[in-house]
């Protein structure tokens, strides 16, 4: 980490976003994690939109530790199931379920349906100087049938996006995140900070 950057703390448990955000962020801001604050909260996602759920996670840290701040919900949002999982996403096969979990699900509920149409959305709350700002990232696709590649997490193996005929998983990071829901949240969040600091 680079010394002179100022510090924000990604409010966030999850590995791979925090490598994918510190790679977007290079060079304008270090990203903490949670940990790196000594935060080991369970904080609570109980709001019915994105945004709601980034803002509870936000509003959580910067009042609890006093930092800069920021944090992401993505949902994924499937048209043959009504706009499902969406909010639920992260725990759509319940609580404790894994993402394989969740795949699982999802492809039972998509069984034999011809219309598989989807869309991934993310909003970062950002709080910078006791000021909240929302940032959002959407990405248009489809749901595969079988799990492809390796790469990624979440529902990367079985989302594919808009004019391309790989999954989210078979794409190298980098062009994931150039065109990526969250990689475009980030890079509004990104070009704010930029000029805000």
């Not at 149409?117 to 709080?127: D, E, G, H, N, R």
């Not at 979440?154 to 005929?165: I, K, L």
């Not at 999954?167 to 980030?186: L, Q, T, V, W, Y």
Request: proline share 4%; net charge negative; hydrophobic share 40%.
């Amino acid at each position: 980490m680079n010394s002179n950057l100022p510090e924000i703390v990604f409010a966030t448990n999850n590995p791979h976003k925090l490598e994918e955000a510190r790679a977007i962020l290079a060079g304008m801001v270090n990203v903490l994690s949670l940990e790196q604050i000594g935060c080991h909260d369970d904080i609570p996602e109980t709001a019915e939109t994105l945004a709601g759920n980034a803002l509870i996670k936000a509003r959580w840290i910067n009042s609890k530790y006093g930092v800069d701040c920021f944090a992401d919900d993505t949902g994924l949002m499937v048209d043959a199931l009504d706009g499902a999982p969406g909010v639920y996403s992260a725990r759509f096969a319940g609580k404790h379920c894994s993402p394989a979990d969740n795949i699982r699900l999802l492809l039972e509920k998509l069984n034999g349906v011809d219309n598989r149409s989807a869309k991934f959305s993310t909003v970062v709350a950002l709080i910078l100087d006791g000021r909240e700002h929302l940032f959002e990232g959407s990405v248009s696709g489809h749901i595969a049938k079988d799990l492809k590649g390796a790469a990624g997490f979440g529902y990367d193996p079985v989302f594919v996006p808009e004019n391309s005929d790989i999954s989210f998983a078979e794409m190298k990071p980098e062009d994931k995140n150039s065109i990526s829901h969250r990689g475009r949240a980030m890079a509004k969040l990104a070009e704010f900070i930029s000029k805000n600091r």
